[in-house]
């Protein structure tokens, strides 16, 4: 078993850092909320005073913060995780961020003689506490090979994306699709009943049909024909709209910076955007139906 350094400890940190424990990894937990550290000391592992104790003497680290900036600065600072690992230790970043600042950071710990991979996840809170998120990993042949028997104590599926970045281009990518096929499902339903077509019965015709996609069969955004999605209970997230917009806003960023066009996703950023604005950031991300019904 490893010893483990795991820096951000917040909603989904948390949970996976005591999957780690379960699996009989030992873990040195920071972050800079001292409750969180706390709360992890709690679930068995051993607070750090700093990010660079926590990379100290550790086999991995794995880190999981919100944006890019903050994983540029806890990795790059002159007292960050770089600095203070030992060589040959292995970095695991499963925040979603940007391309640009996972390629950008891989490369500096590459150079100081470790190893990383950036492995965002799928799943949400939900699936860091059972175990079950998809990890999508970037980075060279061995490092994912050290990095899966870490990951798999956190997951059910960790697939290779190919070298550094690649697997946040997979995350955004899959995002991207997600915000879009949301907006495109909210839309025929909202016809719909216009039409005076039944919710249900387009949700029969369709899932049967060449407009199935994941946003209407598993997470429905009208209320009844999948029970279990936010929509029956009046668009508590599940994942937020806020989580929604930030992915799509590094999609619109990395195809303006790699030329690529993506009118669609530009077009559900911006719905997102509205859809947050107007007051409805923690809703679920499928409760941009009200808003496209005309009823935020
Ligand atoms: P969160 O805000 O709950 O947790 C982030 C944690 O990082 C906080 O505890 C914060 O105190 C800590 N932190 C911030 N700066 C730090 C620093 N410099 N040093 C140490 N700790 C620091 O966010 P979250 O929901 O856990 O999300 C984390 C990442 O996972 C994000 O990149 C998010 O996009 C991604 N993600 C979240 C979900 C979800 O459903 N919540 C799903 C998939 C991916």
């Known amino acids: 078993m490893a010893i483990i350094g795991f820096v951000g400890l917040g909603n989904m940190g948390n949970p996976m850092m005591r999957n780690l424990l379960k699996a009989g990894h030992r873990v040195k937990a920071f972050d800079v909320s001292m409750a969180a550290v706390e709360a992890a000391r709690q679930s068995g592992a051993e ?22 900036h903050h994983v540029r600065a806890v990795y790059t600072a002159e007292n960050g995780l770089i600095a203070a690992a030992r060589p040959g230790t292995l970095m695991i970043d499963c925040s979603t961020i940007d391309v640009e600042s996972a390629r950008a950071v891989s490369a500096a710990a590459t ?81 719909a009943a216009k039409l005076g077509l039944d919710a249900q019965k387009l949700f029969d015709i369709s899932s049967k049909s060449s407009g199935q996609n ?32 930030k992915d799509l806003k590094l999609a619109q960023q990395a195809a303006a910076a790699s030329g690529a066009a993506t009118p669609l996703g530009a077009s559900a950023e911006a719905l997102y955007a509205m859809f947050c604005n107007g007051g409805d950031a923690d809703r679920d991300f499928s409760g941009i139906f009200k808003l496209l019904n005309g009823k935020a």
């Open 47 to 68: 607070g750090a005073a700093t990010a660079a104790d926590a990379a100290r003497d550790v086999d991995a680290v794995v880190t999981m913060l919100p944006a890019g």
């Open 214 to 245: 994941w946003s209407m069969t598993s997470y429905c955004p009208v209320p009844g024909p999948v029970p279990t999605s936010p929509a029956n209970r009046d668009y508590q997230a599940g994942f937020t709209a806020a989580m929604m917009l």
């Open 111 to 191: 150079a100081a003689g470790l190893e990383m991979v950036d492995a965002p996840v799928s799943g949400g809170v939900g699936g860091a506490a059972a175990g079950t998120l998809t990890f999508m990993v970037g980075g060279a042949d061995a490092a994912f090979e050290r990095a899966q028997a870490i990951l798999q104590a956190m997951g059910k599926a960790v697939i290779h994306a190919g070298p550094a970045g690649n697997g946040q281009a997979a995350k955004i990518c899959n995002n991207m699709i997600l915000g879009v096929t949301m907006i495109a499902t909210c839309e025929a339903f909202s016809l």
